[in-house]
């Protein structure tokens, strides 16, 4: 049983223009979700995060947004660069332990 | 830098053979997690420490172990490694704030098992 997922293993997007990547779950006790970004042969890096009782959370180029009535997040990253070319991991928090999505590549072409 | 180490970076093993993999944190978290990671899976938890405290996931194998000497320093023993252990191994860490837990990973160790 999946409990979170990212329907997208990859996604190409020009640079400048907007990247959205999203995340869909089901349980409905998360209270918190996260977002990290990987690169090769490097470990995730925290991105942004999200309170279950908020919509939309901003820092920078990035934004998160949640429809807790779809049990959906997403992720815009406005405008895209090629330095943004990663895997990118939603993860949902439930008492401390973080259930992972299996990540949706990220290709930024100049 | 406050950061999450993890050596070796690579480890290679013979079928069978026991294998220890390290991470070590100068973040004085609370808290060390294990993960498996297998090619375009999701990161999958196999034990936490709260503390001393050892927190293992039901469906983790009998084969893997750990142990939490001191704050710092956290291990990952594979007793007999067979070839489905072949995978990213990544330790985080985080401070406890079970309510908005935010973990830090290391640059992980990749397992391969001849």
């Known amino acids: 049983d999946q409990q979170v997922k990212q329907n997208s293993p990859s996604l190409s997007v020009q640079e400048g223009r907007i990247s959205i990547l999203n995340c869909d779950y089901t349980n409905s006790m998360f209270d918190y979700f996260l977002w990290y970004k990987k690169y090769p042969a490097e470990g995730p890096t925290f991105l942004i995060s999200?309170?279950?009782?908020?919509d939309k959370n901003e820092d920078g180029r990035f934004t998160v947004f949640l429809n807790k009535s779809a049990k959906h997040l997403s992720l815009h990253i406005v405008p895209s660069q090629p330095g943004d070319s990663a895997v990118y991991f939603c993860a949902g928090n439930q008492g401390g332990k973080l259930i992972f999505g299996q990540g949706t590549e990220l290709s930024v072409k100049p | 830098d406050a950061m999450v180490i993890q050596n070796p970076r690579y480890q290679v093993t013979q079928f069978g053979k026991p294998v220890t993999l390290s991470c070590s944190q100068t973040l004085n978290h609370n808290v060390m997690y294990w993960y498996q990671q297998k090619s375009s899976q999701a990161p999958k938890l196999l034990f936490h420490y709260y503390d001393k405290d050892f927190n293992n996931e039901a469906d983790t194998p009998d084969n893997f172990q750990s142990r939490r000497p001191n704050t710092s320093f956290c291990f990952l023993d594979i007793r007999s490694p067979g070839l489905g252990d072949a995978a990213m191994y990544l330790c985080a860490t985080s401070s406890g704030d079970r309510e908005r837990e935010t973990q830090y990973f290391g640059p992980g160790t990749r397992l391969l098992v001849l």
């Open positions: 999200i309170s279950s009782i908020k």
